[in-house]
């Protein structure tokens, strides 16, 4: 049972245009969200992250929107540049201590066209 | 250097040796979790150690996946008599700790894997 579902295995944007990345998710009790990126032969690297309190957080070219009544998040790249070319995972997290296991999705490959 | 080194970097090895992956967490870091990803995959959830004790191990495939973590520290996951299936890269990645003070997560600071292919 996936948790944490990234429909897009691939997404090929054009260069300075918006990336837009989604996932969803299927627990209800998932409070906190993270997107991680990674590149060929490297572990992920934490990108931006977001509490179920807000719906929105930016940091920089990045944006993540959180609509938790569709249980959907996304990232937003803008403008997407070539070294953004990578995976990005979704992840997830819940409320209690036990809990704190991340479930992560299986990944969008993201392709900046020059 | 200052981030999670796992080694080796790739192994191989015949089906049915034992294998021990290690992980060298950031130093400070009391959350330590194990992932592996297979091809096509995402990553899935081994184990979780806060300090030394493994709340949570839900994610160990079978009885022939152990790890443990000794000084709060370092952290080795074992996998006995191997199977082709356990091919895959491991991951591991650690935190400050498993959550702050306002009860957001703490980023993980992931390695870069080790390798592990199975013959």
């Known amino acids: 049972d996936q948790q944490v579902k990234q429909n897009s295995p691939s997404l090929s944007v054009q260069e300075g245009r918006i990336s837009i990345l989604n996932c969803d998710y299927t627990n209800s009790m998932f409070d906190y969200f993270l997107w991680y990126k990674k590149y060929p032969a490297e572990g992920p690297t934490f990108l931006i992250s977001?509490?179920?309190?807000?719906d929105k957080n930016e940091d920089g070219r990045f944006t993540v929107f959180l609509n938790k009544s569709a249980k959907h998040l996304s990232l937003h790249i803008v403008p997407s540049q070539p070294g953004d070319s990578a995976v990005y995972f979704c992840?997830?997290?819940?409320?209690?201590?036990?809990?704190?296991?991340?479930?992560f999705g299986k990944g969008t490959r993201l392709h900046i066209l020059p | 250097g200052a981030g999670v080194s796992q080694s080796p970097s790739n192994k191989v090895t015949e089906k049915g040796k034992d294998v021990e992956l290690r992980c060298d967490p950031i130093?400070?870091?009391?959350?330590l979790y194990w992932y592996r990803q297979s091809l096509g995959q995402g990553l899935e959830f081994l184990i979780y150690?806060?300090?030394?004790?493994?709340?949570?191990k839900s994610g160990l495939p079978s009885d022939r996946f152990s790890a443990e973590r000794t000084g709060g520290s370092v952290s080795t996951l074992t996998i006995q008599r191997t199977q082709q299936e356990d091919s895959a890269v491991y991951l591991c990645a650690s935190s400050l700790e498993a959550r702050g003070i306002r009860g957001e997560n703490q980023p993980q600071h992931f390695g870069d894997g080790t390798r592990l292919s199975i013959l």
């Open positions: 130093s400070g870091h009391t959350a």
């Open positions: 977001i509490s179920s309190i807000k």
């Open positions: 992840a997830a997290s819940g409320k209690s201590y036990r809990d704190d296991k991340i479930i």
């Open positions: 150690f806060q300090g030394n004790s493994a709340p949570d």
